[in-house]
């Protein structure tokens, strides 16, 4: 059995607690929940012929009054990035966190994901900033914790990044 812990990273209700909810337990809810600290939740998928166990820590939402301590990012064996669709500073939110998780994860593996695909007619992003990021190396995954766009693929994306760096088990 893999383990590997992996970190939600983003500004406040860009949908990190909903792309976590979605994935593990097949639910979506409208209700706007701010997370307090973290929360953690763990999904055992299968890849590869290797079980992994993933361990989820949902993080508050990082704000002009809230930093993202680094010390929660220690061990972490990846991250996702996740930024707003429909708000544009999200992404900024997203690049400034990267920095500080690359450092204190030794460049562990991440992948942004641009969250809210079922609000496309009040998005702020525009393809030509994803580009942008992509040209820089970074994958972008558009997703939907509503409607479940691309929320698997994800997360089974993320652990193939992150079993290929190691692939022994951990206990």
Do not use: C
Not at 14 to 29: A, D, E, M, N
Not at 36 to 45: A, E, F, L, N, Y
Not at 105 to 122: C, G, H, R, V
Not at 144 to 159: E, G, H, I, K
Request: charged share 25%.
């Amino acid at each position: 059995m893999i383990k590997k812990k992996v970190v939600m990273l983003g500004a406040f209700a860009v949908g990190k607690t909903s792309l976590v909810q979605r994935f593990v337990h097949s639910i979506f809810s409208d209700k706007y929940l701010t997370t307090i600290g973290v929360k953690i939740d763990q999904k055992q998928i299968s890849l590869k012929d290797h079980d992994v166990t993933l361990m989820l820590w949902d993080l508050y939402g990082e704000d002009d009054f809230m930093k993202v301590k680094s010390n929660y990012l220690m061990g972490s064996s990846g991250y996702f990035l996740v930024a707003d669709g429909t708000r544009s500073e999200t992404i900024e939110v997203a690049e400034k966190l990267h920095d500080m998780a690359a450092v204190v994860t030794n460049n562990a593996p991440f992948i942004l994901l641009i969250n809210k695909s079922d609000l496309t007619d009040l998005w702020e992003v525009s393809e030509e900033r994803l580009n942008g990021l992509r040209n820089k190396g970074w994958n972008v995954i558009v997703t939907s914790a509503r409607n479940n766009q691309n929320v698997d693929d994800a997360f089974y994306a993320l652990t193939e990044q992150m079993i290929g760096q190691q692939t022994r088990p951990l206990s």
